[in-house]
């Protein structure tokens, strides 16, 4: 006698619901960044700073969010847990004093714990399914590690318009040190709309894309 298949379950509703609310601060800033490329003097003053910064803030949290990820979908006591993400969020603080001192600016310490908190919205909104949260948490890692360097080289060899940064706004920012981001500050801009609308967009699809399939 046959058994016919039992059809698989589709996939909640609530999980869409989580995965779109975990996306959203990305989005957000996605839309502050492109706003900032547009029109500027509509938005608060220092906001093109602040970007930039918080752009090179972003760098760090790439690389110290899956550590304290790991820590917290580990076995471990929630003490233990605790003291290691802490110790390893006291870490990655001493790359931020650099910032500080050159921005003259005690907020990259803030902004560092609030991005962090947003790369980890995936645990918080419980992204992972039927325990492979480990295996969700690395796709993320994934994501924001590939968008964040795929989206640093095109914006530094893609021709960009300056869109509402003419010169006299450039030069009104009195931007301190060198590079191609204090001296073209556009590019910063179109590279942080970029990064969090791409980042936003694998999160609001769980990132699907990047996560290996169970095996059957």
């Not at 003490?79 to 001192?101: C, D, E, M, P």
Request: one cysteine or more.
């Amino acid at each position: 006698m046959s058994v016919n298949p039992v059809p698989a379950a589709p996939p909640e509703k609530s999980a869409t619901l989580r995965d779109l609310a975990s996306a959203l601060p990305d989005f957000a800033l996605a839309v502050v960044c492109l706003l900032a490329w547009i029109a500027p003097e509509a938005l608060t003053p220092g906001v093109v700073p602040w970007i930039l910064l918080t752009m090179l803030v972003e760098f760090v949290v790439v690389h110290s969010a899956p550590f304290m990820g790991l820590q917290l979908v580990s076995d471990m006591p929630a003490a233990r847990k605790l003291r290691n993400v802490v110790a390893i969020g006291l870490f990655y603080s001493v790359f931020l004093l650099g910032f500080s001192l050159a921005f003259h600016a005690w907020w990259p310490f803030v902004s560092f714990w609030l991005l962090t908190a947003n790369r980890l919205t995936v645990l918080t909104f419980r992204q992972g399914r039927e325990g492979r949260e480990s295996a969700t948490l690395k796709a993320s890692w994934a994501a924001g590690a590939l968008c964040y360097l795929g989206g640093v080289f095109l914006t530094t060899l893609l021709p960009l318009p300056r869109l509402g940064l003419d010169p006299a706004f450039v030069e009104s920012l009195r931007l301190t040190g060198g590079g191609l981001w204090i001296e073209q500050p556009w590019r910063v801009l179109a590279f942080g709309a970029f990064y969090f609308a791409t980042v936003g967009f694998l999160e609001a699809t769980g990132f699907r894309a990047l996560t290996p399939k169970p095996a059957r």
